[in-house]
């Protein structure tokens, strides 16, 4: 028997040790290479691995089996607790514990119980005795109501899941874990069928539609916030474009309404966090660039009171707010806050001022088209046949009944003027003058324009009677070109023009065109606006009073 082990040293305990040493022996009697041997050792290495591996696809391939039907069992325990309503008599175990074994043999026991019960609930009790077509009929009514219900309970359920899952697209949410709290069969891999369409999952889809919905109004009614102060601090700080493209995502919602956002991620927390640092920032700058905005809110202030006529003095109040950053004494979003107070109540003002600042602007321009029309009734040549000729005497025919309307614009400015005075308790200035003043200054002109009028009147009318009256006693006419008797010299007119105007001028800040002009160093220059050459058209029968009566007299249009 020894004999026999000692031949065979395969009997006995095998072991992969004893086989290579057994292999070394052979190939040493043989006299194999090495080589050879390396060779026939790497292959059998292999072998070994492949061995192996096959082991292990097999061991992973059950375990994914297991999981499987252990995930199974845990859906359809879910199933049967939701349809069947009542848990309180139903031990569920915890199987998130164990092996995988262990979890399957916890969860059968209480799978086996609920499909029992359900067994025992979905066989309905048929009555043999009665057999009949109208109780099939009424059974199959009764199937198709249940069926109808199932189909439209399946159709608000994949409506609800629908909607969870735009609203979770837009708000940057895990669709999967919200739609799974709310049940697991509500899962996309989950068949259609398969779904639960329960009173309960119904509710809770409900829900969660409307705190989604919530969810979305706070944060888009947040981001339009932030997206109208980034707007402003752009604005406020001239912000170049390249800067502003980077929030783009974010301003193009500002007008936009809670169901009109769609887009995926538009209102996902990560975005508005990212507003909220760059409003941060540019708070921080903001604070560093103050005397630069408060100037600039400065010049806005003076231009809409430049726009409505009224007199400020634009070097004390930046002195003011100079002195006002420099001492520290006030915060910079308060000064601010301040400057954007006084703008609005200019735009106000701006505002209560409008219908008597076009009152004005058009008064003053029916005065140009009137000194225009003295000037033009001055030209001796404005008949010749030159290139224009005709648009002027259009023009002529404009502006004469401009002209005849200027007395009732100056009574309804008056009354206008008035009125807002006493509503106001203060008094209306126009480039920091009065401007009833002025009107009544331009009144007073008017009036002696036509004491004027009427003195040259006269004084054509005696002129006449003279030369009548030669020609009683003489018998003959004076040439117009070689008059008899010394021509009359009309006397030098009191501003030393040639219509016979006042010199006295209308207190407004602007010239007859509505110019306005600057000194160096920016400031506007308060100028004045001239009053007409003529407050009163010169009629047809006047045109030529300012010349003696023995002067040829041109026709007037």
């Known amino acids: 028997m020894a004999v026999t082990e000692a031949e065979n040293p395969l009997v006995g305990e095998i072991t992969c040790g004893s086989l290579l040493q057994k292999l070394q022996e052979i190939w040493d009697e043989v006299g194999e290479s090495d080589e050879e041997r390396d060779k026939m050792l790497l292959q059998i290495e292999q072998e070994c691995l492949d061995v192996y591996k096959r082991k292990v696809e097999q061991a992973a391939k059950s375990r994914a089996q297991l999981l499987q039907a252990l995930s199974d069992a845990k859906l359809e325990l879910s199933t049967l607790v939701s349809a069947l309503g009542d848990k309180s008599f139903i031990s569920i175990p915890e199987t998130t514990l164990g092996t995988i074994n262990e979890q399957l043999a916890a969860i059968a026991p209480a799978l086996e119980q609920l499909l029992k019960q359900k067994e025992e609930r979905g066989a309905p009790a048929v009555d043999e005795s009665d057999l009949s077509l109208k109780k099939l009929n009424e059974y199959q009514v009764k199937l198709q109501e249940l069926q109808k219900e199932k189909s439209d309970r399946l159709h608000k359920v994949l409506e609800f899941v629908s909607t969870v899952h735009d609203l979770c697209a837009v708000l940057g949410m895990d669709f999967f874990s919200t739609v799974t709290e709310v049940h697991p069969s509500l899962d996309d891999t989950t068949g259609v069928q398969s779904k639960s369409i329960s009173n309960d999952t119904l509710l809770r889809l409900a829900e969660t539609v409307s705190v989604l ?18 707007i402003d601090l752009w604005n406020l ?10 929030f783009d995502h974010v301003t193009c919602h500002t007008s936009a309404s809670v169901d009109g956002v769609t887009v995926p991620g538009a209102l996902a927390l990560d975005l508005i966090e990212q507003a909220e640092v760059e409003v941060e920032r540019l708070d921080q700058l903001k604070a560093s660039r103050m005397k630069e905005i408060a100037f600039k809110k400065q010049v806005e ?22 002195a006002l950053i420099d001492s520290g004494n006030v915060e910079p979003t308060e000064l601010l806050a301040d400057m954007d107070n006084q703008i609005a109540k200019a735009k106000e003002e701006v505002l209560s001022r409008k219908e008597i600042l076009d009152r004005v602007e058009k008064w003053m321009s029916a005065c140009e088209e009137e000194s225009w029309l ?3 009734n001055r030209d001796e040549n404005r008949y010749n046949s030159s290139r224009g000729a005709h648009l002027n005497l259009k023009r002529a025919e404009k502006a004469r009944i401009l ?26 200035s126009y480039d920091g003058v009065p401007l009833l003043a002025m009107l009544d200054e331009y009144a007073m002109l008017r009036q002696e324009r036509e004491e004027e009028k009427r003195r040259l009147r006269d004084q054509k009318k005696y002129g006449e009677q ?11 006419k004076p040439s117009p070109a070689r008059p008899s008797g010394p021509k009359k010299v009309v006397g030098p007119r009191a501003n030393g023009g040639t219509n016979g105007t006042p010199s006295r001028r209308l207190s407004l800040n602007a010239t007859q065109n509505g110019s306005r002009s600057a000194t160096k160093d920016g400031k506007r ?21 300012h010349v003696s009566g023995t002067d040829p007299v041109p026709a007037s249009p």
């Open 213 to 230: 919905n919530e969810d979305k109004k706070q944060r888009l009614h947040k981001l339009q916030e932030l997206a109208t102060q980034l």
């Open 466 to 476: 003279q030369n009548t009256e030669q020609e009683a006693i003489f018998g003959s």
């Open 237 to 246: 700080m001239d912000t170049p474009e390249e800067e502003r493209i980077l």
């Open 403 to 428: 002209v005849n309307k200027i007395p009732g614009m100056v009574d309804t400015l008056v009354a206008k003027t008035r009125a807002w005075e006493e509503d106001r308790g203060i008094s209306f």
């Open 374 to 376: 003295e000037d033009y």
């Open 525 to 545: 220059d308060s100028m004045k606006l001239a009053a007409p050459a003529n407050f009163v058209a010169i009629s047809k029968e006047d045109a030529a009073s």
């Open 301 to 322: 202030l003076e231009e809409i009171f430049a726009r409505a006529h009224i007199e400020i003095d634009p070097e004390a109040a930046r002195e003011k707010i100079m």
